[in-house]
């Protein structure tokens, strides 16, 4: 289930895009202010967030997202801009500012909705439902299994989105933090040795399947999937 931050000050737009994208299975928190939307990023990124451009609380949505491109741990993260401003400067500040898309009020919840699920394919491929397939390693978020030629393992939740993101990024090198961050969704409570734990679960998991040797250790920085196997 993708997790969505809304940030908008209108407690009425709010609560009608929460209720919206509650109803389409999305986990939906809300920020009302800028000081609020940046404590909610700080402690946890979120799949996707819109944002609406005017704002109390010290910035505005267009500082926010110049903030977080800025930053390497949000630089990834999806932006939609919501606004009331629909001049065509507007627009192109908007997305030169790193948004990665641009919505003028009023808008229809089935634009709303089909403008997320175009930037969740694009940015965030682990909050899609498209089955992963690397190195004959196949996996498949709406039915949850993973298979390897005729053979199936059954995984953790913890493990399979841990594997999700591993196949969706193969041979990148990803740090315990980054892990963190990107898989549960947290960096900031949860300890590092925590990845430890679920990387062991999920290559004792794939060893039926022949391909644990495939989550490599890279010493001194953190895990990645491999596509050549280290000699073992
Ligand atoms: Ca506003």
């Known amino acids: 289930?993708?997790?969505?931050?809304?940030?908008?000050?209108?407690?009425?737009?709010?609560?009608?895009?929460?209720?919206?994208?509650r109803h389409a299975g999305f986990e939906v928190a809300l920020a009302a202010a800028a000081d609020q939307a940046q404590a909610?990023?700080?402690?946890?990124?979120?799949?996707?967030?819109?944002?609406?451009?005017?704002?109390?609380?010290g910035a505005s949505g267009l500082d926010l997202v110049r903030r977080w491109r800025a930053d390497i741990r949000s630089r990834e993260l999806p932006v939609i801009l919501l606004t009331a401003r629909a001049q065509e400067q507007d627009k192109i500040?908007?997305?030169?500012?790193?948004?990665?898309?641009?919505?003028?009020?009023?808008?229809?919840?089935?634009?709303?909705?089909?403008?997320?699920?175009?930037?969740?394919?694009?940015?965030?491929?682990?909050a899609s439902d498209a089955v992963v397939e690397v190195a004959g390693l196949a996996l498949d978020p709406t039915t949850r299994r993973v298979r390897r030629g005729d053979t199936e393992c059954r995984l953790g939740p913890t493990e399979f989105k841990l594997l999700h993101y591993l196949l969706t990024y193969p041979e990148h090198v990803h740090s315990r933090a980054q892990l963190l961050d990107r898989v549960w969704g947290d960096h900031v409570f949860i300890e590092e040795r925590t990845v430890d734990v679920h990387i062991k679960r999920l290559r004792e998991a794939l060893l039926p399947l022949h391909c644990a040797q495939l989550i490599e250790t890279v010493r001194g920085v953190g895990y990645r999937f491999t596509l050549s196997a280290p000699p073992v």
Request: aromatic share 4%.
């Open 40 to 57: 909610a990023i700080t402690a946890a990124l979120p799949d996707l967030v819109l944002l609406d451009w005017m704002l109390p609380g």
């Open 1 to 21: 289930m993708a997790r969505v931050l809304v940030v908008e000050d209108e407690p009425a737009i709010a609560e009608l895009i929460a209720i919206h994208l």
């Open 93 to 126: 500040a908007g997305l030169d500012a790193g948004a990665d898309d641009y919505l003028v009020k009023p808008f229809s919840p089935g634009e709303l909705l089909a403008r997320m699920r175009a930037v969740l394919r694009r940015r965030a491929p682990l």
